[in-house]
Nanobody, 123 residues
Framework: VQLQASGGGLVQAGGSLRLSCVASGFSLNRYVIGWFRQSTGEERETVACIASNTGSDGSATYAGSVRGRFTISRDDDGNSAYLQMDNLKPEDADVYYC??????????????WGKGTQVTVSS
């Protein structure tokens, strides 16, 4: 069972990145999927969370700091999820993690976590 996050990199302020999260060993379609970010010594922040399309409505929520700039999506056929990040700001620089949870919503306790992918935004 594994989640693999990728897509991080260096981008100029105002630019875009698309993060990917691919699951293996289990099916994501009944899981809530979240993207989180955290810097060393800082608390983890829930960036975005998306409900399952199976048994739920696939709705999404966002942190206020990213709403209108980031879009979370899921591809259940591809067992994947994505975070499209537009109009990036220097304060978005962080290590981003994807995670999945079978029941409930995106909180600090999730069932599965991927390794982080680094996002760096230059001003």
């Amino acid at each position: 069972v594994q989640l693999q996050a990728s897509g991080g990199g260096l981008v100029q302020a105002g630019g875009s990145l698309r993060l990917s999260c691919v699951a293996s060993g289990f099916s994501l379609n009944r899981y809530v999927i979240g993207w989180f970010r955290q810097s060393t010594g800082e608390e983890r922040e829930t960036v975005a969370c998306i409900a399952s399309n199976t048994g739920s409505d696939g709705s999404a929520t966002y942190a206020g700091s990213v709403r209108g700039r980031f879009t979370i999506s899921r591809d259940d056929d591809g067992n994947s999820a994505y975070l499209q990040m537009d109009n990036l700001k220097p304060e978005d620089a962080d290590v981003y993690y994807c995670a999945a949870k079978r029941y409930g919503w995106c909180f600090s306790v999730m069932d599965y976590w991927g390794k982080g992918t680094q996002v760096t935004v230059s001003s």
